[in-house]
């Protein structure tokens, strides 16, 4: 079992940036794929972000691509998201996640975003 809780939204201006976290508990860390999803009001939750288990492989949603980088800290059991350049259409609950790529089978409360325009 693994709890995550993700921390670091809030509002921002378009064009700044803000940095995501997620801590989890668990020693099964480092066996995880970690994800970030993001879910705007009135749509589906949608992928924005995911790194292998040892960190050295990472994916990113089109959408976020050059904007957005995934981290993780093995030791620390964390995982971050840095947004940088932010856009209104950024604007949603993220969601931290734990599992591999379609199978993602542990996930946070969420922690809102709000990119002013």
């Known amino acids: 079992q693994v709890q995550l809780v993700e921390s670091g939204g809030g509002l921002v201006q378009a064009g700044g940036s803000l940095r995501l976290s997620c801590a989890a508990s668990g020693r099964l860390f480092s066996s995880y794929y970690m994800g970030w999803f993001r879910q705007a009001p009135g749509k589906e939750r949608e992928f924005a972000a995911a790194i292998g288990r040892s960190g050295s492989t990472t994916f990113y949603a089109d959408a976020v691509k050059g904007r957005f980088t995934i981290s993780r800290d093995n030791a620390k059991n964390t995982a971050n998201l840095q947004m940088s350049t932010l856009k209104p259409e950024d604007t949603a609950v993220y969601y931290c996640?734990?599992?591999?790529?379609?199978?993602?089978?542990?996930w946070g409360q969420g922690t809102q975003v709000t990119v002013s325009s």
């Open positions: 996640a734990a599992g591999s790529p379609g199978d993602w089978r542990y």
